[in-house]
């Protein structure tokens, strides 16, 4: 049986998207706890943190309709590398935080993410066949939660028996999220590159494989019965899932494919479920956990709720990616949407009593609940990401990085919008609840609406 070399890449490419976001995402949860216990040192509060995230997306909403053409232009790799430097500045920063040093890196972190999100998606999804399409994307999502996981739990270990986060503890947390985001930079050196006709290859070896067990001739063999997509050609089953005109290069490119992406109908019931990307993506990060930490008085509750989330989005990705063909999109979208409603308001409702003073002997058993809770947020999350990126593979299949630009700029001006909720109505995390539940709503209807064959 042949080997597909766009294996490897894939794994390697969610091996450098794992430890990036292993570094980022376990310093910036526990970011406004820091600030808050700094006491208002050199400008920086709890709020500090949010308005970084705002800087942060901020950036990614006006820098990811770039990230394509720049891609190209340095190279896929190269651009990746780069991105995974400019993402690692917030922890930089934490060795000697100021205000705008701080937001001067969140401004940085914002353009490595917006071209790390569009170039590490377009990579996998230019590394995979209409076969491997769902499958890859699953990998994809999973590894950067393994990632999620592994940086808060680093975080939590840190901060475990503690109250406060003193300097001692920062600088051990700066040191370990940077060293964390930096071994994402070797595994590109060990990717392969893919000669032009390599499809035409696989497909000859995979001719002389049934060649070999059917005893048949290699022609015959190319409508073998029992092989997977019956009565397909296997130059169709393995062509990328990608077909570019590479002459078509530049920012105004991909400024047009955005506006002809915007355009089709399809798009519009699309920009719901992107929009609640942002929603699932800021419910734990850091939303909903500097809330209950707030309320209960344990930093180390940050990073055990995005350890959770974690192992909820791992949980999602492989039930979606295995689900997905033998169900659909549509309806797996529509389901785990309209399950995030009912996570929000068991979470407004354990918040409100599980954690007031009138209920201290639940208390132990509410964080239980919580973190179960972000265990379900966790999996809708990833569960919609996952139905978002096979529905922009099988929807735009030859624009797919004007698709992920969108994707990423609708989720990022999501994230800025809650953030921004976030500063202004800082104690009252029911109102952000009650509006992530209306957008969950709305996009399990835009999931059932959907008109494609899947």
Known sequence: MFRDKRVLNVLLNGFGVMMVYAGMMGGAM???KIFKDMKGARGLTENSAFYGLIISNTAVVFFAPLTPSLSRLLGTRTSIIISVVLCGTINNALFYPTEYLMYGAFFLNGLGCALLRVAALAYMT????RITLSTNNSIHWMMLTVGLMLGNLTVMLVNIETTEIDNDK????AIVTSSLCLLAIPGYFFTKSIP????????AEEREHIHAQTKRSPTEATSFTSFPHHGTSLSTDYSPIIEEDPGERGVARVLVGMYHVMLRNETLWLLAPMFAAGV???AYSPIIPVAVCNVAGKPWLVSAFGILAGLGQLAGAFLTGQAIDKVSVRKIGSVVTAFAVLSFAMVGLIVEMGFSDRWT???SMS???ILLLAFFIGACDMSNNVCLSVAIGRLFNGNSDSAFSLFVTVMSFSMITWYLFQTIIHSHLYIILFLYSIVSIAAAFSFGSMKFND
Do not use: F, G, H
């Open 30 to 32: 526990v970011m406004p």
């Open 126 to 129: 230019k590394n995979s066949t």
């Open 170 to 173: 920062r600088y051990t947390i």
């Open 196 to 203: 032009s006709n390599y499809d035409d290859m696989l497909a």
């Open 280 to 282: 699932y993506n800021s």
């Open 361 to 363: 002997q639940w208390r």
């Open 367 to 369: 964080e239980s609940i």
